[in-house]
């Protein structure tokens, strides 16, 4: 697993999930019929979006992404398929690699950090699917923030 094909693999799920919302919202809303489509995607793309959020940050430290492209990519995540937008943009400005830059003697911690997790990849998948899960149920708990 590359940078470039691990951050391609979220943005594209994102965005694909983000259709189903879509789909699920037309239904809901133009259809008019049941709004179990939007019940469904509406998780799902919850989920999504919270591990694109993730490696976002971790691609962002590896590759060393400014922090406006940083910002950027997380906020590609709110309107739909931006991510896939996003990731073509960074892909032209040279922003993703085939290779991982982290190292354990990198100067950030958080360099250190990502070289960790790569070096111990089934804690790091572990860990990833435990934040995915707490994050997604904190998100369910605390609910939309307006409405
Ligand atoms: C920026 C991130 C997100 C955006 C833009 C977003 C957007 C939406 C939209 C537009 C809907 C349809 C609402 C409607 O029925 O009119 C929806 C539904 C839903 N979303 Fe999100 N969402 C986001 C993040 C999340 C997260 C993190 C979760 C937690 C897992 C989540 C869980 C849900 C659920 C459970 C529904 C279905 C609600 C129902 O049963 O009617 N969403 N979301």
Same mark, same amino acid.
């Given at each position: 697993?590359? @940078?470039?094909?691990?951050? &391609?693999? #979220?943005? !594209?799920?994102?965005?694909?999930?983000?259709?189903?919302?879509?789909?699920?919202?037309?239904?809901?809303?133009?259809?008019?019929?049941?709004?179990?489509? =939007?019940?469904?995607?509406?998780?799902?793309?919850?989920?999504?979006?919270?591990?694109?959020?993730?490696?976002?940050? !971790? =691609?962002?430290? %590896?590759?060393?992404?400014?922090?406006?492209?940083? =910002?950027?990519?997380?906020?590609?995540?709110?309107? @739909?398929?931006?991510?896939?937008?996003?990731? &073509?943009? !960074?892909?032209? &400005?040279?922003?993703?690699?085939?290779?991982?830059?982290?190292?354990? %003697?990198?100067?950030?911690?958080?360099?250190?950090?990502?070289?960790?997790? #790569?070096?111990?990849?089934?804690?790091?998948?572990?860990?990833? =699917?435990?934040?995915?899960?707490?994050?997604?149920?904190?998100?369910?708990?605390?609910?939309? @923030?307006?409405?």
């Amino acid at each position: 697993m590359t @940078p470039r094909n691990v951050f &391609r693999t #979220l943005a !594209v799920a994102e965005a694909i999930t983000w259709l189903g919302l879509l789909a699920g919202m037309f239904v809901k809303y133009v259809v008019g019929t049941t709004e179990v489509g =939007v019940q469904v995607a509406g998780p799902i793309h919850g989920v999504a979006f919270i591990s694109y959020c993730l490696v976002t940050l !971790v =691609v962002a430290v %590896d590759q060393q992404w400014s922090r406006g492209r940083t =910002v950027l990519g997380l906020l590609s995540s709110v309107p @739909p398929l931006m991510t896939v937008w996003f990731d &073509r943009h !960074v892909e032209s &400005r040279g922003g993703l690699d085939d290779h991982w830059h982290s190292r354990h %003697d990198s100067e950030t911690a958080g360099r250190r950090a990502v070289c960790w997790l #790569l070096r111990h990849h089934r804690q790091a998948i572990v860990g990833f =699917v435990v934040a995915v899960a707490a994050l997604t149920g904190l998100a369910l708990v605390a609910g939309p @923030p307006v409405g």
